[in-house]
């Protein structure tokens, strides 16, 4: 068996990796765990350092790595680069402020002397994704080898170039050997490395049936697990949205790494009194993207990652107007070579209907219309998913007041749902739990001891 590395471009294979035998997998796993007592005693100020030389590595080979994404899984150029940067960004961030998320916490007790100590808790399991192949492993790898842990990745087997990328990040910015290492492994090998003597935790990005999985067998050994599994994000537009900026925002929301992202806008929800005037305006504003290469700068609509995912977004959008959801445009593969798909808009989509009770991993954008604001937010939480959401109003105060309500990890405020190393980033209901990013995602992967002195 191997990994096979495709440009979703043309269907090229541009490169192939044997899955490692048992004795394989067994060695690494006991270097990470061999590195576990040097690394811990390693004075924080260093393992800062070190950390300061990642982030310097990625700026230095910003162009050369986001090449790999971009040919390994299809982002446009541009933004490969930004998860290059927001990767080095979230190195320098964790650099400069683990002294402050570890420091010792004195508590007042009984005692002469009490505080809470943050150690780390060994090696922990990263299951990653391929939608943004960087990003989703710096953000748990900063914090937790900053925090004192060893870590380990099991990557996305259609990004095996970018998995090893990763080690080499780590590896000449002077790291350890055995601190960061990846597993060349498959989906079917990781039962049984969470389950061995090697891996004190585990966390996990991806679907919610993969979640269930690592969960369910995190938690029969009794190990931490953090999961940050599918989204079904509510964009919501009120009758007084400023219609230019919701536009704007809409686009980028939904259509940024061509719709690839768990915390893309999936379901825009719009009041009645201006849905005929934001469907118009997004339909036109959508199809002004551009479909093409992803290493020309002028493309602003990129493949997906995958034929097969294509195909099975379009099964969706295909069995969504069957059952009443009106085309606005696009709903179709674009034709030739490459796992393209047209920009689409779907309205009038319903409950009852594929697209609003699943969510859809790809370019496609999907109205619902609702009575009022209480209507929207109904809707809103209807979803089994909690991960992020958006209201839009010229009212700051109605905004805040509404996305407090929204049932989700984040709301933003007249402003897209992103990421932000200094904000905690996760969800609820099926969209997981525990937090990743500020000092919340540090603490996730550490003990936290009470010391107690009289």
């Not at 689409?344 to 790809?362: M, P």
């Amino acid at each position: 068996m191997t990994f096979q590395s495709i440009n979703p471009l043309d269907g090229a294979v541009l490169a192939e990796f044997p899955v490692w035998n048992a004795a394989q997998l067994e060695a690494v796993l006991t270097q990470a765990a061999a590195a576990i007592p040097g690394w811990t005693i390693t004075p924080l100020p260093e393992r800062c350092r070190l950390m300061r030389q990642a982030a310097q590595y990625l700026r230095d080979h910003r162009d050369v790595l986001a090449r790999i994404i971009t040919l390994e899984m299809g982002k446009l150029i541009k933004e490969a680069r930004a998860e290059i940067d927001k990767c080095a960004l979230a190195c320098d961030y964790y650099a400069e402020q683990g002294p402050v998320f570890l420091a010792d916490e004195v508590i007042a007790s009984d005692a002469g002397k009490s505080y809470v100590a943050y150690q780390p808790l060994g090696t922990v399991l990263a299951v990653m994704p391929w939608n943004f192949p960087f990003w989703q492993v710096f953000r748990f790898a900063a914090p937790a080898l900053v925090a004192g842990n060893t870590g380990v990745l099991k990557h996305a087997s259609n990004v095996p170039q970018c998995a090893q990328a990763i080690e080499r990040v780590f590896g000449e910015s002077g790291f350890p050997p055995g601190v960061f290492r990846t597993l060349m492994i498959s989906a079917a090998q990781v039962e049984q490395v969470i389950a061995g003597p090697h891996i004190h935790a585990v966390t996990l990005t991806g679907s919610e049936a993969a979640g269930r999985k690592v969960a369910a067998v995190a938690g029969a050994h009794l190990k931490k697990s953090v999961l940050e599994l599918g989204g079904s994000d509510a964009f919501i537009v009120l009758e007084d949205a400023d219609l230019e900026l919701v536009v704007s925002n809409a686009v980028a929301s939904r259509f940024l790494n061509a719709g690839q992202s768990c915390i893309a806008a999936k379901r825009f929800i719009v009041v009645d009194a201006i849905a005929d005037m934001f469907v118009a305006r997004f339909k036109a504003a959508v199809e002004h993207l551009k479909p093409g290469d992803p290493l020309d700068e002028s493309t602003t609509l990129a493949p997906m990652a995958r034929a097969d995912l294509r195909d099975e977004l379009h099964q969706q959008v295909a069995d969504s107007i069957r059952q009443g959801a009106v085309v606005v445009t696009g709903c179709a593969p674009l034709p030739g070579a490459g796992a393209y798909y047209q920009a689409s808009i779907l309205d009038h989509v319903a409950t009852g209907q594929r697209a609003f009770d699943e969510e859809l991993f790809g370019p496609v954008a999907i109205v619902i219309r609702a009575r009022d604001q209480e209507d929207a937010l109904h809707i809103a939480n209807g979803s089994r998913f909690g991960l992020g959401g958006s209201v839009w109003t010229r009212d700051s105060a109605r905004g805040e007041d509404l996305a407090r309500r929204v049932e989700a990890g984040a709301c933003f405020v007249n402003g897209m749902v992103k990421s932000d190393p200094r904000l905690p980033f996760g969800g609820i209901k099926a969209s997981g739990y525990g937090r990743e990013l500020s000092y919340h995602g540090l603490r996730e992967f550490v003990n936290a001891k009470t010391i107690w002195i009289r």
